[in-house]
């Protein structure tokens, strides 16, 4: 798994992209096909990270909503693809509302599972402080974020029907949910600090990457007028950036999760030689 080293795995996220922009000159649907297949294969690394942790290890439990998130967001796309409705709303947009509260749900229970873990226990007093003081600041930020997205969908105006009204709840949750996410992210990031250079680290700093090309994401995404990824048509340069930083995102989140998985069965080998 030498693909997997620190410095290969910003190379293989960024060619991604780069091969999805040049699928792309073929025509729209062959780079969402190429999507789709990273979108897979990174819900399939996530079933394996689960099925690696044993019953009883902390770490399952925000992997296992990792998985439940990347399932529903798999669901979501061939809901969206295919048209279905629900009552008039789209099914899509429920199924992404349900997986953007799995994936916050998510965040939070790897805070707390690093947060109480023995390798990061050594922490003053003024480490506790400092880290609530960081975590203020996140707080700042989180706020501004979601109140600028929630003034962009606002402005649209008051929403028609149930459907225009999940759309604009889809939008919001969203928001909410990646703010989480990417405040989250960077705070694991503080958390796994006196580990970085290390192997234990690298998962989590891809996934707080992700997040934060996620929200970044969420913002052209609303800037576009849309709630959904697939609802849009390669017509103008923020509809592309969506997608591209989208594909980045889910890059990402598939090299955390393939990086975890190698660590689990490297892990295993040497306790079976030991």
Same mark, same amino acid.
């Given at each position: 798994? *030498?693909?997997?080293?620190?410095?290969?795995?910003?190379?293989?996220?960024?060619?991604?992209?780069?091969?999805?922009?040049?699928?792309?000159?073929?025509g729209p649907a062959y780079?969402?096909a190429w999507q789709r297949?990273?979108?897979?294969?990174?819900?399939?690394?996530?079933? +394996?990270?689960?099925? @690696?942790?044993? #019953?009883?290890?902390?770490p399952r439990r925000p992997?296992?909503?990792?998985? %439940?998130? /990347?399932? /529903?967001?798999?669901?979501?796309?061939?809901?969206?693809?295919?048209?279905?409705?629900? +009552?008039?709303?789209?099914?899509?947009?429920?199924?992404?509302?349900? !997986?953007?509260?799995?994936?916050?749900?998510?965040?939070?229970?790897?805070?707390?599972?690093?947060?109480?873990?023995?390798?990061?226990?050594?922490?003053?007093?003024?480490?506790?402080?400092?880290?609530?003081?960081?975590?203020?600041?996140?707080?700042?930020?989180?706020?501004?974020?979601?109140?600028?997205?929630?003034?962009?969908?606002?402005?649209?105006?008051?929403?028609? !029907?149930?459907?225009?009204?999940? +759309? #604009?709840?889809?939008? %919001?949750?969203?928001?909410?949910?990646?703010?989480?996410?990417?405040?989250?992210?960077?705070?694991?990031?503080?958390?796994?600090?006196?580990?970085?250079?290390?192997? /234990?680290?690298?998962?989590? /700093?891809?996934? #707080?990457?992700? #997040?934060?090309?996620?929200?970044? !994401?969420?913002?052209?995404? %609303?800037?576009?007028?849309?709630?959904?990824?697939?609802? &849009?048509? &390669?017509? *103008?340069?923020?509809? @592309?950036?969506?997608?591209?930083?989208?594909?980045?995102?889910?890059? &990402?989140?598939? &090299?955390?999760?393939?990086?975890?998985?190698?660590?689990?069965?490297?892990?295993?080998?040497?306790?079976?030689?030991?």
């Amino acid at each position: 798994m *030498n693909a997997l080293h620190p410095a290969t795995t910003p190379v293989l996220a960024v060619a991604c992209v780069l091969v999805r922009m040049a699928l792309e000159q073929l025509g729209p649907a062959y780079g969402e096909a190429w999507q789709r297949g990273i979108e897979v294969a990174t819900g399939a690394l996530t079933i +394996g990270v689960f099925l @690696q942790f044993s #019953a009883g290890d902390p770490p399952r439990r925000p992997w296992s909503l990792l998985m %439940i998130t /990347l399932v /529903l967001f798999l669901v979501g796309r061939l809901a969206s693809w295919l048209g279905l409705m629900v +009552g008039g709303i789209k099914l899509a947009h429920l199924v992404f509302i349900a !997986g953007n509260l799995t994936i916050a749900a998510s965040m939070i229970g790897f805070n707390r599972v690093l947060g109480s873990s023995e390798l990061l226990s050594e922490r003053t007093e003024a480490d506790r402080w400092r880290a609530l003081a960081f975590l203020g600041l996140l707080a700042v930020a989180a706020v501004a974020a979601l109140g600028w997205n929630t003034w962009e969908v606002a402005g649209r105006g008051r929403p028609e !029907g149930a459907a225009a009204w999940v +759309g #604009a709840i889809l939008n %919001i949750v969203s928001t909410l949910a990646d703010v989480v996410v990417c405040a989250g992210g960077v705070y694991l990031v503080w958390l796994v600090r006196p580990l970085l250079g290390g192997s /234990l680290a690298r998962p989590y /700093l891809l996934l #707080a990457v992700s #997040a934060g090309a996620a929200l970044v !994401g969420d913002f052209l995404l %609303i800037t576009a007028g849309a709630s959904v990824q697939t609802e &849009l048509s &390669l017509a *103008n340069l923020t509809t @592309q950036l969506v997608k591209w930083v989208g594909c980045l995102s889910y890059a &990402l989140v598939g &090299l955390a999760a393939a990086t975890q998985l190698w660590l689990l069965r490297s892990a295993g080998r040497r306790s079976k030689r030991g």
